[in-house]
Nanobody
Framework: QVQLVESGGGSVQAGGSLRLSCAVSEYMYSRYCMGWFRQAPGKERTGVAAIDSAGTTSYVDSVKGRFTISQDNAKNTLYLQMNSLKPEDTAQYYC????????????????????WGQGTQVTVSS
């Protein structure tokens, strides 16, 4: 059973930066997709960024140029570097993983990912 543990959330002012980390409990084999989702109060959980085992990345339009997803396979860790944060980025952020070839088109939906972390809160004040 793959376990994911997020860290790095917090409170920042608009324009600030945060880096989220997701520690993966075991090697994810040679075919996987790992992603970051977020959920604001009263809203659906939506994809932010994803990366597959080949290193191919994808992002939702609202974070392109500001967020960067990366992975350190030696440390079994996924990252999300978030720069130029905006109040609308405020949400609970979740790390997710799926064993599959490539990531779903358009980051997919939560149903496309089998494994989830507990979430970490990001709050951006204006």
């Amino acid at each position: 059973q793959v376990q994911l543990v997020e860290s790095g959330g917090g409170s920042v002012q608009a324009g600030g930066s945060l880096r989220l980390s997701c520690a993966v409990s075991e090697y994810m084999y040679s075919r996987y997709c790992m992603g970051w989702f977020r959920q604001a109060p009263g809203k659906e959980r939506t994809g932010v960024a994803a990366i597959d085992s080949a290193g191919t990345t994808s992002y939702v339009d609202s974070v392109k140029g500001r967020f960067t997803i990366s992975q350190d396979n030696a440390k079994n860790t996924l990252y999300l570097q978030m720069n130029s944060l905006k109040p609308e980025d405020t949400a609970q952020y979740y790390c997710a993983a799926a064993i599959r070839f490539g990531c779903p088109y358009g980051l997919g939906t939560p149903r496309d990912y089998r494994y989830w972390g507990q979430g970490t809160q990001v709050t951006v004040s204006s």
